[in-house]
């Protein structure tokens, strides 16, 4: 007799079995539901030394945290003279609202709540006789300890980063904002994960329809797991088919925190160190957490001259390109005879030379993102010194070629965001393409496209370009691009729907 196949469940778009556990709770269904899985732990325990009446300890080792257990569930089952005195109605009682050290103790009734309190970390008491359990949380509290941000250095500012534990990173919020406006709300995301998923806001700042439609968005997402940064962007954001990111993250929770005093409703997952900052606007792309921690003339330069190296990363391979290509007198005299005179020997096309530097810088920095630091910068010395040089004297490219791409790559790392500098190399090859069919017009088209398709972005109701206009609805601010005296900040950042615009005297 062959074996049973299992009943396929793929007749719906993506079945749902609820309750997951329709058996009835019990020790023995319990065991069931963890067969074969090693972590699985018994224990039962003579209530104060009596044999006659006992309570079975299950939980999973590793989830839970050995030390709570023993000296605040099993040393006071074993050892409670009282325990061994009341009746067999009233135990349960007794350890639910005293007899046992522990903050919190949970009765359940279904299989379906005990699984997942056992998952989360907790430890269940069944006894003899009873049809419901007890929970009581005890969970480990291993996890990486709370370092400085790699991603976001910290020159002038607090040196601690949000780390994988989300209660770790809502306590960081809580210590940088003593406020009791300060809500978190939870949503369970995952169906097999069961991710936490916090969203934090300001009560009475940020924008009511906002926090609602993060919370509506989050509970409608319907997926087995939740394991990268990925499945919680794709399923908040109002446009897929963008390179251009729309929810900033960061890793630093006074910077967070400012997100938050500016209006902006938080996002928080547990296994992720990061946290989103809605509504995404273009202007946080280019913000860093120490723009308020220098001078504001120093701040604003340097705003400046980010929003320059935007604009030099995405243009000047096809601005380079154009020129050459099809209007060579606009270049000056000297400079053009030096061009004319490094191409002669190069057997190539300006474009194909300009499209194959751009492929091999992106493959060089692919490569030292993916190895081991110290065989990456090895990896990024030997391609940016010697295949660079040896192209050059091999002429399969140009000097001139070779210094545009340079420029217009490190150009590209003054980016604060590392997403929003990938959407401009995108860009940037179209433009590079644009530039080889038309010169300065397919340019200046590709510009007028790219303009048009960041003016068409929305995020929550907020123009990705609400910076730059009163689109939202709401007057702006101040200036974004310069930096104005803190003093002299006396309204919220940007144009956004916030409860109250005003932030300071």
Same mark, same amino acid.
């Given at each position: 007799m062959g074996l049973l196949k299992p009943e396929r469940t793929d007749s719906a778009p993506h079945p749902r079995k609820e309750p997951r556990f329709p058996e009835p709770l019990s020790r023995e269904n319990l065991k069931k539901v963890f067969a074969g899985c090693a972590d699985y732990m018994e224990r039962r325990v003579y209530l104060h030394?009596?044999?006659?009446?006992?309570?079975?300890?299950?939980?999973? *080792?590793?989830?839970?945290?050995?030390e709570r257990l023993s000296d605040y569930v099993l040393r006071p089952l074993a050892q409670d003279p009282?325990?061994?005195r009341v009746a067999e109605e009233e135990l349960f009682s007794l350890l639910q609202y005293g007899a046992l050290y522990n903050l919190a103790a949970n009765r359940r009734t279904t299989l379906d709540e005990v699984v997942n309190d056992l998952i989360l970390g907790s430890c269940a008491l069944f006894f003899p006789g009873q049809k419901d359990a007890?929970?009581?949380?005890?969970?480990?509290?291993?996890?990486?300890?709370?370092?400085?941000?790699?991603?976001?250095?910290?020159?002038?500012?607090?040196?601690?980063?949000?780390?994988?534990?989300?209660?770790?990173?809502?306590?960081?919020v809580r210590r940088h904002l003593k406020a009791p406006e300060l809500k978190i709300r939870e949503h369970i995301v995952g169906r097999r994960s069961r991710t936490m998923v916090d969203v934090l806001y300001l009560d009475g700042i940020a924008d009511p329809a906002t926090v609602e439609r993060v919370g509506r968005r989050l509970d409608d997402v319907d997926i087995d797991g939740v394991e990268a940064a990925g499945n919680i962007e794709e399923y908040l954001v109002d446009h897929l088919n963008t390179p251009f990111p729309t929810m900033p993250y960061t890793q630093r929770p006074d910077r967070f925190c400012q997100a938050l005093l500016e209006g902006r409703v938080g996002v928080m997952a547990d296994g992720l160190p990061f946290a989103w900052m809605l509504p995404g606007t273009i202007d946080q792309f280019f913000k860093t957490g120490q723009d308020r921690a220098?001078?504001?003339?120093?701040?604003?330069? *340097?705003?400046?001259?980010?929003?320059?190296?935007? *604009?030099?990363? !995405?243009?000047?391979? /096809?601005?380079?390109?154009?020129?050459?290509?099809?209007?060579?007198?606009?270049?000056?005299?000297?400079?053009?005879l030096s061009i004319v005179a490094a191409k002669q020997e190069v057997p190539f096309s300006t474009v194909f030379e300009v499209l194959i530097m751009l492929l091999a810088f992106e493959v060089l920095q692919e490569a030292g993102l993916r190895l081991p630091s110290p065989i990456g910068a090895t990896v990024?010395?030997? #391609? /940016?010194?010697?295949? /660079?040089?040896?192209?050059?004297?091999?002429?399969?490219?140009?000097?001139?070629?070779l210094i545009a791409v340079a420029i217009a790559g490190v150009a590209g790392y003054a980016m604060p965001s590392q997403d929003f500098a990938a959407a401009l190399r995108l860009w940037r090859f179209l433009l590079a393409i644009l530039a080889s069919a038309a010169g300065l017009f397919g340019l200046a088209a590709g510009?007028?496209?790219? !303009?048009?398709?960041?003016?068409?972005?929305?995020?929550?109701?907020?123009?990705?370009?609400?910076?730059?206009?009163?689109?939202? #609805?709401?007057?702006?601010?101040?200036?974004?691009?310069?930096?104005?005296?803190?003093?002299?900040?006396?309204?919220?950042?940007?144009?956004?729907?916030?409860?109250?615009?005003?932030?300071?005297?």
């Open positions: 030394g009596d044999a006659g009446r006992t309570v079975t300890v299950c939980y999973l *080792l590793g989830m839970t945290r050995n009282a325990l061994s007890l929970t009581l949380p005890v969970p480990t509290e291993e996890k990486r300890s709370v370092g400085e941000p790699e991603n976001e250095p910290a020159l002038k500012g607090v040196r601690e980063s949000f780390v994988e534990s989300i209660r770790t990173n809502t306590a960081m220098f001078h504001w003339m120093t701040a604003s330069a *340097l705003n400046v001259i980010r929003w320059l190296c935007a *604009l030099a990363t !995405i243009l000047i391979p /096809g601005l380079y390109i154009a020129l050459v290509t099809f209007h060579p007198e606009a270049i000056p005299v000297k400079l053009a990024s010395i030997l #391609g /940016g010194l010697v295949v /660079g040089n040896a192209a050059v004297e091999a002429h399969i490219v140009s000097p001139a070629v510009c007028a496209a790219l !303009i048009y398709h960041l003016a068409s972005l929305e995020t929550f109701g907020v123009p990705y370009l609400a910076p730059f206009t009163n689109g939202a #609805g709401e007057p702006r601010g101040h200036p974004n691009l310069l930096r104005p005296p803190l003093p002299r900040m006396k309204w919220r950042d940007g144009a956004r729907h916030t409860l109250n615009r005003r932030n300071q005297r």
